[in-house]
Structures are given as structure tokens and as C-alpha cells.
Nanobody, 123 residues
Framework: QVQLVESGGGLVHTGGSLRLSCAAS??????????MGWYRQAPGKQRDLVAT???????RYADSVEGRFTISRDNAKNTVYLQMNSLKPEDTGVYYC???????????????WGQGTQVTVSS
């Protein structure tokens, strides 16, 4: 069982920066590989992928944030980060931390989600 707690959200102007953190606790250690991700949801819209990072540090990004956002992880601290630069109003939404596990390419167990942190970018 994994618990995820996000922090670092807030209000910034267009062009500003924020760094989100997601601290994991509980039974984190596993023989399976782990992928952490950030998702966001704007009012009236679906929850969409922002970025993912696997146990080895390989990353993937949504086209809309490529070149502006950077996902990273500190395995010693069981924490994943999302550095967000050059923020735009369309980046506004609730950002959720996600954790999932794989055995090879096969997903195992349930997904874990944090409570979300609000990011608001003003014009």
C-alpha cells in the first residue's frame, strides 16, 4: 500500500515557475519496477497525462509541456518532482501524483493517487 501527498501548487503569473513535489510513504519497496507520473485536470475536462518517469529515470512528456516541464525523482527520499517553467494559463488545473507498478511490460496491482494540488496561472 502506497500513500502519495502532493505539495507546491499555487498561483503564478504567465511565464512564472513552480515546482511540485510528491512524497510517497507506506509499502513502497517492491520487486516490480515503478513508474511515477503527474496528471492534471482542468474544470470540466478529463484528467490528462503530463509526464512520467520510471525507476531508471526514463521520462515521457505530453506534447503540450515538452520543453517547459521536467519530471525527476529522488529514490532515497521516495519523492518525485515536477519543475514547471514558462507557465501558461492553459496549464491551470489540479495536478495529481500517480504511482503504478510493472512486471516487465505487464501492469500489476492498482494505481495509487494523491489528493491533488491546485495550480493557477493568471494572464
Amino acid at each position: 500500500q502506497v500513500q502519495l501527498v502532493e505539495s507546491g501548487g499555487g498561483l503564478v503569473h504567465t511565464g512564472g515557475s513552480l515546482r511540485l513535489s510528491c512524497a510517497a510513504s507506506g509499502s513502497i519497496s517492491s520487486s516490480n519496477s515503478n513508474v511515477m507520473g503527474w496528471y492534471r485536470q482542468a474544470p470540466g475536462k478529463q484528467r490528462d497525462l503530463v509526464a512520467t518517469i520510471n525507476s531508471g529515470g526514463a521520462t515521457r512528456y505530453a506534447d503540450s509541456v515538452e520543453g517547459r516541464f521536467t519530471i525527476s525523482r529522488d529514490n532515497a527520499k521516495n519523492t518525485v518532482y515536477l519543475q514547471m517553467n514558462s507557465l501558461k494559463p492553459e496549464d491551470t488545473g489540479v495536478y495529481y501524483c500517480n504511482s503504478r507498478f510493472f512486471s516487465g511490460s505487464i501492469r500489476v496491482g492498482r494505481d495509487y493517487w494523491g489528493q491533488g494540488t491546485q495550480v493557477t496561472v493568471s494572464s
